[in-house]
């Protein structure tokens, strides 16, 4: 730039003057690029975050969606098997899988829509109307010692838990100790 100022035969002072404004007009402007690229830097490093932080809450969005999803399926299933307890009452099946197995076929039968409508009750005795074998009978007979034989050997505390009333009647009559025994 001197030089060029010099070719235009200016005065020496002038030349110089000239090139002292020219000095702070480029620095102001160096100045203005540096500040304008720190907040280009700044706006990029702000979208980056503000992408992640989107990236993040959609995330989060979707984690909250599936938990509260598996919530009410959990919530349904447990409102299932309620109405199903319920139906089946104090019943009591002679086995975990003739039980569990039942309980399937209600759960089944009140998903299909031919059943819309039906309780689970209503399906539950529909299911195990006629079915033997299914529940354990209340009134199964329990081999009752004769006065010879040791009441202990024959009666067992998985028998005496079957026993009814009267039987219980009897045995508490006949062995007390043994009663007590079982009894507690």
């Not at 203005?32 to 989107?54: H, V």
């Not at 034989?149 to 045995?171: G, P």
């Amino acid at each position: 730039m001197r030089e060029f100022l010099k070719g235009l035969e200016l005065d020496p002072e002038m030349i110089d003057t000239i090139m002292a404004e020219y000095g702070k007009l480029v620095t102001k402007d160096k100045e203005e690029m540096q500040s304008l690229k720190g907040e280009i830097l700044s706006l990029k490093e702000t979208s980056k975050n503000a992408i992640e932080l989107q990236d993040k809450y959609e995330e989060l969005t979707k984690q909250i969606e599936q938990d509260n999803a598996e919530k009410k399926a959990k919530a349904e299933e447990d409102m299932l098997n309620k109405n199903i307890y319920e139906a089946i009452g104090d019943k009591k099946f002679v086995n975990d899988y003739t039980k569990n197995s039942i309980i399937n076929e209600v759960k089944n039968a009140l998903k299909d829509e031919a059943n819309v409508g039906k309780s689970a009750k209503d399906l539950f005795e529909q299911i195990t109307n006629g079915k033997t074998d299914v529940f354990v009978n209340p009134n199964q007979m329990v081999d009752m010692p004769n006065v010879n034989e040791n009441v202990e050997n024959v009666v067992t505390k998985d028998a005496f838990d079957k026993m009814s009333y009267n039987q219980r009647l009897e045995l508490k009559q006949n062995n007390p100790e043994l009663f007590e025994k079982y009894n507690k």
